[in-house]
């Protein structure tokens, strides 16, 4: 092991503790300029964006975003999401991940990963369920579904 210098290690203390966490906001429909309502108010304290995704189906908002927080007394950047959500009628939850699970979770997306496209006039529970046994069966795990076509009336 190479030895670290006594500078290096003082300067590693010296970094703000910093706090992982899921957040996760749910509503009905989407709002203009949500996500950059959001993404203004975490940028003003400091939060890195290490992982986003967003779907709405059926106009019911789902918003993902794993962050990064400074660990300030309060963290007052999640008190702030948590006025925002309410006053636009959203409900928003945050999971602390620790450091090994953030560790192992980066660790795994270096993994092959695939793109598997099923062609259908109209998405049938049984195609998909025939799908997913396959992907299963191989211990291949899904990281997103996105429908490609417009909506059937």
Excluded: C
Excluded at 97 to 121: G, H
């Amino acid at each position: 092991a190479t030895p670290v210098s006594s500078e290096l290690r003082t300067e590693a203390n010296k970094m703000p503790r910093r706090e992982i966490f899921l957040l996760t906001v749910k509503g009905e429909r989407a709002r203009p300029g949500l996500t950059a309502s959001l993404a203004e108010t975490m940028g003003k304290h400091d939060v890195t964006i290490l992982d986003v995704g967003q779907a709405e189906i059926h106009d019911m908002l789902s918003l993902g975003m794993l962050i990064e927080a400074p660990a300030e007394p309060g963290l007052n950047v999640l008190k702030e999401i948590v006025f925002m959500a309410h006053h636009l009628g959203l409900t928003v939850n945050f999971t602390p991940i620790s450091s090994p699970d953030y560790e192992r979770w980066v660790a795994e997306q270096t993994k092959p990963r695939f793109t598997v496209t099923l062609l259908t006039r109209r998405l049938q529970a049984q195609y998909l369920a025939i799908v997913t046994k396959i992907l299963f069966e191989n211990n291949l795990n899904i990281d997103s579904i996105t429908r490609l076509s417009g909506r059937m009336s």
